[in-house]
């Protein structure tokens, strides 16, 4: 009963900026957490960063002080703002709403050039 939809990938240079966007069908405070994941191909899904419904966020290493993960309750949207993109970060991401269940969004492709 609960759909995600991710949008707003592309491709980008190495150095540029997208904002992706997760559309929630119920309110983001009904799921404890919402996250962000990506998956390169032949590579292992991996956390990229998840914000609680306190406002607390985690992130990656990885992307320590280039994402940002944020939410407008009022949208049930969640937000990541990835800055400074590298080629490495190149992958499928997925967002996530945990309550009881995982709820996973469909993806939305990531493509940073070098």
């Known amino acids: 009963q609960v759909q995600l939809v991710e949008s707003g990938g592309g491709l980008v240079q190495a150095g540029g900026s997208l904002r992706l966007s997760c559309a929630v069908s119920t309110t983001i405070f009904s799921l404890n957490v919402m996250s962000w994941y990506r998956q390169a191909p032949g590579k292992q899904r991996e956390l990229v960063a998840a914000i609680t419904n306190g406002g607390t966020t985690n992130y990656a290493d990885s992307v320590k002080g280039r994402f940002t993960i944020s939410r407008d309750n009022a949208k049930n949207t969640v937000y990541l703002q990835m800055n400074s993109l590298k080629p490495e970060d190149t992958a499928i991401y997925y967002c996530?709403?945990?309550?009881?269940?995982?709820?996973w969004g469909q993806g939305t492709q990531v493509t940073v050039s070098s």
């Open positions: 996530k709403g945990r309550r009881i269940y995982d709820y």
